[in-house]
T-cell receptor, first 113, second 116 residues
């Protein structure tokens, strides 16, 4: 079946450090890939998405590139801020965001001053 | 816009009792709502998909008689955990898909259920 594997956290970084959260997937078809973020006490929010191979999703300084050859969708940010502290979920869907989402386990990011 | 609320945010109940969790789309109409369950350090697992005015579609392995879902209006879906047991303790999260406009799921903040 379809699955998403992402690196375990927590990830602790100093402000302005470079962030990478790894995500790999297994899917029977051609999935769309997503990163969701959950801030404390809030619901999951769509951070970025990519719908086909080589697409790059970007938002709020975060980027992720859909790599079909390595079945990966790693999340990166060049300079993290304390306000980026949250839990990040990688997910896939075979038919767009509004259909069944398969999530990774989530990675907690803690950014310190 | 596109806010989804859940109530309660946390609940503690005794084994054998039933618990109802509400999921509301506050500023949009949602034809479809999804219910997820999350165990500590594990993924969100889709439990069921509910469509307004029709029966919910449950994922394999989810007991429909245990987890009753009602989607009676375009802004409200409820999940009732019947005869709850300690193994039902978990974090329950709903999401709602907008009826019109951009096709995206919007998530509620979740409900922490603890069954004693």
């Amino acid at each position: 079946g379809d699955s998403v594997t992402q690196m375990e956290g927590p990830v602790t970084l100093s402000e302005e450090a470079f962030l990478t959260i790894n995500c790999t997937y297994t899917a029977t078809g051609y999935p769309s890939l997503f990163w969701y973020v959950q801030y404390p006490g809030e619901g999951l929010q769509l951070l970025l998405k990519a719908t086909k191979a080589d697409d790059k999703g970007s938002n709020k300084g975060f980027e992720a590139t859909y790599r079909k050859e390595t079945t990966s969708f790693h999340l990166e940010k060049g300079s993290v801020q304390v306000s980026d502290s949250a839990v990040y979920f990688c997910a896939l869907s075979l038919t767009g965001t509004a259909s069944k989402l398969t999530f990774g386990t989530g990675t907690r990011l803690q950014v310190t001053l | 816009g596109a806010v989804v609320s859940q109530h309660p945010s946390w609940v503690i109940c005794k084994s054998g009792t039933s618990v109802k969790i509400e999921c509301r789309s506050l500023d949009f109409q949602a034809t479809t709502m999804f219910w997820y369950r999350q165990f500590p350090k594990q993924s969100l697992m889709l439990m069921a998909t509910s469509n307004e005015g029709s029966k919910a579609t449950y994922e394999q392995g989810v007991e429909k008689d245990k987890f009753l879902i009602n989607h009676a209006s375009l802004t409200l879906s409820t999940l009732t955990v019947t005869s709850a047991h300690p193994e039902d303790s978990s974090f329950y999260i709903c999401s709602a898909r907008r009826t019109s406009g951009y096709n995206e799921q919007f998530f509620g903040p979740g409900t922490r259920l603890t069954v004693l």
